[in-house]
């Protein structure tokens, strides 16, 4: 069984910055990518980051892109959020997820980390 366990969200002020970190354990597996997702309260999930690990290719919902930036860790499948200008509509839960192939569907979720940004 592979685990993934996010940590670092909290509550922060409009403006300030926040990094997220996800690390996978449990069964080995080969990670094609790894990304985020947050859902704010009443909303759908929505995707934020992600990252192909062959090549490592960074992709960003067009609401992030310029103020996050999505990393992986040198050691195995470990994944980081750095979120910079932080703004109250960045609020939600963030979940992170990892996929073995390029389908669309992810394999593995974290149980997800609070966001909150007061204005």
């Known amino acids: 069984q592979v685990q993934l366990v996010e940590s670092g969200g909290g509550l922060v002020q409009a403006g300030d910055s926040l990094r997220l970190s996800c690390a996978a354990s449990?069964?080995?597996?080969?990670?094609?990518?790894m990304a985020w997702f947050r859902q704010a309260p009443g909303k759908d999930r929505e995707f934020v980051a992600a990252?192909?690990?062959?090549?490592?290719?960074?992709r960003y919902a067009d609401s992030v892109e310029g103020r996050f930036t999505i990393s992986r860790g040198r050691a195995g499948n470990t994944v980081y959020l750095q979120m910079n200008s932080l703004k109250p509509e960045d609020t939600g839960v963030y979940y992170c997820?990892?996929?073995?192939?390029?389908?669309?569907?992810?394999?593995?979720w974290g149980q997800g980390t609070q966001v909150t940004v007061s204005s």
């Open positions: 997820a990892a996929k073995r192939s390029k389908t669309p569907e992810y394999d593995y």
């Open positions: 449990g069964r080995t597996f080969s990670a094609y990518a």
């Open positions: 990252m192909i690990w062959g090549g490592n290719t960074a």
